[in-house]
């Protein structure tokens, strides 16, 4: 297990806009979180406002000059965007085209089909964990939810035990599997391997999925005994389409930006030679922009002209699915913004010196800042960005697999109890017709239970790896 040790230091660590001491970085770290937590949760201000606040705030309070934290922010945001800012935008446009194609509803429908009543809530969370990996949280909710009403109602279910391995799997892709912004942040502000990031988060999301999902349905169904609200069945999209596109090609085309990046990361394992030609045609053939954009192209066929769509409908399609994202983007880049004043603070190598000597894994710690982050704001994607730039210069020294654990378990970290300050808390809430009494003891401990699930599967890795 990786440790945190007197040997470890920020050979490359940035030059400080500020010479403040530890305390007072320290006092600027929590006046900027703090910042962000009451704008966020107290005067409802939007992510992306309360973290450029929260920069300046930072910045202010270590004694740097306004000039060199604008600097440091606008640094920050231009280069999260640039280097996530295209695949989030990929990964939507591939949601959108298996929504609007009919291919969500022919992977839930063909599972269920085949799925008996004991292993219904199996097949939800496996439909889960398919249809969530290329699309966003949200967007996955309202896919899924006709499905989970229709399947509780028709098969007299327990609206939790259908719904929770749904919520299990939809969750644990968002927060651990890129290319969800989360993840994607992270690995680019600890210099993880996306590949290797990709692999291990398949190893540890497995088992947190089957536990917080099906094993925990059983109990959470006893908690709290509901059965579907009739007023909340939407209709599906592909209920007014002629044609939609078979299961088989619609899985295949879900998956293959993941096959072409986990092939890069298996050549980079066997060959380990930056020169060789087959590892450099894999270097390019299983990036993330590559894989995603090849994954789109192919969507267009599989998916949209399956379907029946024109070209038209197809640029639409497109069109149509860049605009939700605009806020996610922007939280994204400032969140990067934040970030890097951080770094360019002298945080990360305050960290490194307060930490010396300290008998505690470096996963342990990350995790542990990233629930706090969690609780305070409400919102994974800030709790993971903020997280990531803390301890980013601890990963300076570590391997290629423990540079993705440290991923791992700050994306673990950032699903921690999700109550009243998260959108996702609210949104699950209503869907499902709950109080907030039953949100708490049902979404909110699968939550945590991911959380906590997650990082033990981080850390036995870390064992043998």
């Given amino acids: 297990m990786t440790h945190l040790s007197v040997e470890m230091l920020a050979a490359d660590a940035a030059e400080p806009i500020t010479t403040a001491g530890h305390a007072q970085l320290g006092i600027a770290v929590l006046a900027g979180i703090a910042v962000i937590v009451l704008l966020i949760t107290k005067f409802k201000l939007h992510a992306f406002l309360a973290l450029i606040i929260g920069s300046l705030v930072l910045g202010a309070v270590a004694g740097a000059s306004l000039d060199k934290t604008i600097t440091s922010f606008s640094a920050g945001l231009g280069t999260t965007v640039a280097g996530t800012g295209v695949l989030i935008a990929l990964g939507a446009v591939l949601g959108r085209l298996l929504a609007d194609s009919g291919g969500a509803d022919q992977i839930v429908d063909t599972i269920l089909a085949k799925a008996s009543r004991k292993a219904m809530p199996w097949a939800m969370v496996l439909i889960a964990g398919i249809v969530g990996l290329p699309i966003f949280f949200e967007v996955g909710i309202v896919l899924l939810i006709p499905v989970v009403l229709l399947v509780a109602k028709r098969g007299n279910f327990s609206l939790m035990r259908i719904g929770i391995p749904a919520l299990a799997g939809l969750s644990v892709m968002h927060g651990l599997i890129p290319p969800h912004p989360g993840p994607l942040v992270a690995i680019d502000a600890v210099g993880a391997n996306l590949g290797v990031t990709l692999a291990l988060g398949v190893v540890v999301a497995i088992p947190t999925m089957i536990i917080a999902g099906p094993v925990f349905s059983r109990y959470a169904a006893r908690w709290v005994d509901i059965q579907p609200p009739e007023n909340l069945v939407p209709e599906r999209t592909s209920d007014d389409l002629e044609k939609r596109p078979g299961f088989g090609i619609t899985?295949?085309?879900?998956?293959?930006?993941?096959?072409?990046?986990?092939?890069?990361?298996?050549?980079?394992?066997?060959?380990?030679?930056?020169?060789?030609?087959?590892?450099?045609?894999?270097?390019?053939?299983?990036?993330?922009?590559?894989?995603?954009?090849?994954?789109?192209?192919?969507?267009?066929?599989?998916?949209?002209?399956?379907?029946?769509?024109?070209?038209?409908?197809?640029?639409?399609?497109?069109?149509?699915?860049?605009?939700?994202?605009?806020?996610?983007?922007?939280?994204?880049?400032?969140?990067?913004?934040?970030?890097?004043?951080l770094v360019d603070a002298g945080v990360g190598q305050m960290i490194l010196d307060i930490s010396k000597g300290w008998n505690i894994s470096t996963l342990l710690l990350a995790w542990l800042i990233a629930v706090t982050i969690r609780l305070a704001t409400g919102s994974a994607t800030v709790a993971t960005i903020s997280a990531a730039g803390l301890v980013a210069p601890l990963a300076a020294e570590m391997s290629t697999p423990h540079a993705a654990l440290l991923v791992l378990a700050i994306g673990s970290g950032?699903?921690?109890?999700?109550?009243?300050?998260?959108?996702?808390?609210?949104?699950?809430?209503?869907?499902?017709?709950?109080?907030?009494?039953?949100?708490?003891?049902?979404?909110?401990?699968?939550?945590?239970?991911?959380?906590?699930?997650?990082?033990?599967c981080v850390l036995l890795l870390s064992l043998v790896l």
Avoid at 415 to 429: E, I, P, Q, R
């Fill in 414 to 456: 950032s699903l921690f109890f999700s109550h009243v300050n998260d959108a996702g808390f609210w949104l699950v809430k209503e869907y499902f017709g709950m109080n907030v009494g039953q949100t708490l003891k049902t979404w909110s401990v699968m939550e945590t239970l991911i959380s906590v699930v997650g990082i033990v």
């Fill in 251 to 341: 899985v295949a085309t879900v998956l293959l930006p993941v096959v072409m990046m986990l092939a890069k990361a298996l050549v980079d394992i066997v060959i380990d030679n930056p020169e060789h030609t087959v590892q450099r045609v894999f270097d390019v053939v299983g990036s993330p922009l590559i894989a995603l954009l090849t994954a789109v192209l192919v969507a267009m066929f599989t998916l949209g002209r399956a379907a029946g769509f024109t070209r038209g409908r197809i640029a639409a399609t497109v069109e149509k699915s860049l605009g939700p994202i605009a806020g996610v983007l922007l939280i994204v880049g400032a969140g990067g913004g934040f970030k890097q004043t």
